[in-house]
């Protein structure tokens, strides 16, 4: 991401949290955008153009977009009067920005534990994965195929964000889509996500005392996605980022045969 497409979102992601009246209908509205602007290259090289004349890039929102809610329009005036690095950045950005708009309007949500099950699915259904995965397949379609999928499963949010990124892939892996946005809600509820692999469930004891001392550790709340995994012996493997952390029985026995084999 370039310096300036970092500085128009942070300047963009402001201006949404200073909006008003902030539904899931702006979340939908934001999703529209950055599809109608990856269709046209002409409409997101006008509103990402930074030699344009001051103001001009904001009257394109208002004459394309006019039929948009009052609240969606202003945000997207903000955000196109920044200077993006490029297109894909301007795209890009209004994308995350429909993503917060779906946290901020359902707070209470557990949206990042819905969209890592989903993800837990896609990742273990070969067959799924390419189905929503594969350039030849009709976008539209691929978000119907997850309406059916999740949508009595999954709240509103959730079900929304992941049948709108499937329709507008751009290129991007159904995996990639899906991790991009449980970090999107984290960063909106200023959450920190660690992914704890574990050979059995965690008690709701153990859940509350690991959270706790991972936000002691990291300064922030943590938002805990658990895997269940056989090959983990004994202990937890925590994921925070890159950062892991591998208290297993297994990691330790690797590393003493290690050592032993030094």
Known sequence: MGSATTQALAASTAALAQAKDVTLDTAGEFFTVARLLGESGQLSGALADPAAP?????????????????????????????????????IS???ELAIRAAAIAEPATDIEGELFS??????????????????????????VLVEKLIGSRASAPTTLIV??????????????????????????????????????????????????ALAGRYGGQVSINEVIDPT??????????????????????????QKLAG
Do not use: C, Y
């Open 118 to 143: 989903f993800l837990r699915v896609v990742a273990a259904n070969p067959e799924l994965e390419l189905a929503l995965g594969t350039r030849l397949g009709d976008d539209a379609a691929k978000g």
């Open 232 to 257: 983990v012996v004994g202990g937890l493997r925590v994921q925070i980022a890159d950062d892991i952390i591998d208290g297993s029985i297994s990691a330790r026995l690797a590393d003493l045969r």
């Open 163 to 212: 049948s709108s990124l499937v329709r507008q892939p751009r290129g991007r892996r159904v995996r990639q889509l899906l991790n991009r946005a449980m970090k999107i809600v984290s960063a909106q509820g200023d959450r920190i996500v660690a992914t704890v692999h574990t050979a059995a469930t965690l008690s709701a004891a153990q859940r509350t005392r690991l959270g706790d």
């Open 93 to 95: 950005g209004i994308e």
């Open 54 to 90: 001051e103001g001009l890039r904001e009257q394109v929102v208002a004459t394309v977009f006019g039929g948009l809610s009052n609240t969606t329009r202003q945000v997207l005036s903000a955000a196109v009067g920044e200077r993006w690095s490029n297109e894909d950045g301007l």
